[in-house]
């Protein structure tokens, strides 16, 4: 059989509708393979919601009537201090089995990018083959840890003279969720909204505590629930949070994701863990330059004004340059050929997995 060329024409993208968007769910299931039906629906639920506006953000193409690929646009904002980023999260990328190897995923990347580039995004942000969407510009970026601790230490690490009321967070805890969450500097930005579709997620336990130090949050997954997505508050709390999340399930050791910042909580579990990876955060790519820039250039100015030859830099108008300097800064570290460049750290820009798409 000769497969199609490879083009936007031959591939054209359309957003999704009502009418389709029952199908698409089916689709998503039997792509990635998933255990229920319309898992979408009940786990990723900041996503996918039955509202006309939201379902627009799935781009489908049909072949004879039937969805062949599939993937969505769909925009957040990234907080890196006292910047907003504009960031279009790229997902549910996807192609049907028996549609597969025609240049299908190619062509709705490419369709995807140029759309992108005609919007108000400043970023993108995507995960999955970093050597599949490297080649469309997306790479490593970010930096985030994940702390592994025994239950055996956490028992030596408490405070005993500290006592924990814990329960399953839900919407009348939201105050107190959202000004322990806003703690962390680099963050993806949640409205209430953003908050109550997180924790009506089926594949997603939100555990609270309080004590006489303050409260204490934590994130897991339902299956995997030695897999800590979030934590954040009172440290007292939250090793005592954590100590009584693993008895309750049995856990020898837990793992945790967390930002690589410099916050209590990051001392706290470099203190106690007995090991940390240190990981890229996420794959972007840049938009638009110029937006970037100037809202980036006073965190670069401030950070970097002392260090030998950035200055020069950091003066440039030239926009390839620019482009240059914030792969630098926002990308995961890598050595440059270029010296200069080198002397540019890179900024522990951060989004939580559970808001990632």
């Known amino acids: 059989m000769i497969k ?43 996503i996918f919601r039955p509202d006309p506006e939201t379902i627009s953000r799935h781009f489908i193409y049909k072949h004879k009537g039937e969805i062949k690929g599939a993937i969505g646009i769909y925009p957040f904002k990234i907080r890196i201090g006292e910047v907003l980023l504009k960031t279009a999260g790229i997902g549910s990328v996807s192609v049907h089995p028996e549609f597969r190897k025609r240049g299908l995923m ?60 814990s329960q399953i967070l ?44 303050g409260f204490a949050y934590i994130v897991y997954d339902r299956v995997n629930n030695e897999e800590i997505l979030e934590l954040q508050g009172d440290t007292e709390t939250a090793k005592l949070l954590l100590l009584k999340h693993c008895i309750d399930n049995n856990l020898d050791d837990i793992h945790i994701l ?55 830099v950091l003066d440039t108008t030239d926009n390839f340059t620019r482009h240059l300097v914030l792969c630098k800064m926002l990308g995961f570290p890598g050595y440059s050929s270029d010296p200069i460049l ?5 900024v522990p820009w951060w989004i939580p997995n559970i808001d990632k798409v």
Request: aromatic share 10%.
């Open 4 to 46: 199609p060329e490879i083009t936007d024409k031959t591939y054209p993208l359309s957003p999704c509708t009502e009418t389709d968007y029952e199908k698409l769910l089916s689709f998503l299931d039997i792509c990635f393979e998933k255990p229920t039906t319309h898992w979408f629906s009940s786990n990723m639920g900041h």
């Open 106 to 165: 190619t062509s709705m990347l490419l369709q995807v990018k140029k759309h992108l580039q005609n919007g108000s995004f400043d970023i993108s942000c995507l995960d999955g083959d970093r050597f599949r969407y490297r080649m469309f510009g997306w790479d490593l970026g970010g930096k985030s840890c994940n702390y592994c601790l025994f239950r055996r230490d956490l028992h030596r690490l408490v405070n005993r003279n500290i006592t924990i009321n």
């Open 258 to 312: 967390h930002p690589h910042t410099d916050d209590v909580i990051t001392t706290m579990l470099q203190y106690c863990c007995t090991q940390m990876l240190i990981l890229h955060s996420s794959q972007f790519m840049i938009i638009d330059t110029d937006s970037t820039w100037e809202k980036l250039m006073p965190q670069l100015t401030n950070l970097y004004s002392g260090k030998m030859g950035v200055p020069s």
């Open 342 to 346: 080198n002397q540019i750290p890179s």
């Open 170 to 213: 839900k919407e009348n805890s939201l105050p107190v969720l959202m000004k322990a969450y806003n703690q962390f500097p680099n963050r993806a930005e949640r409205s209430i909204e953003n908050f109550l579709l997180h924790l009506n997620r089926d594949n997603l336990v939100w555990l609270g505590a309080e004590s006489a130090r």
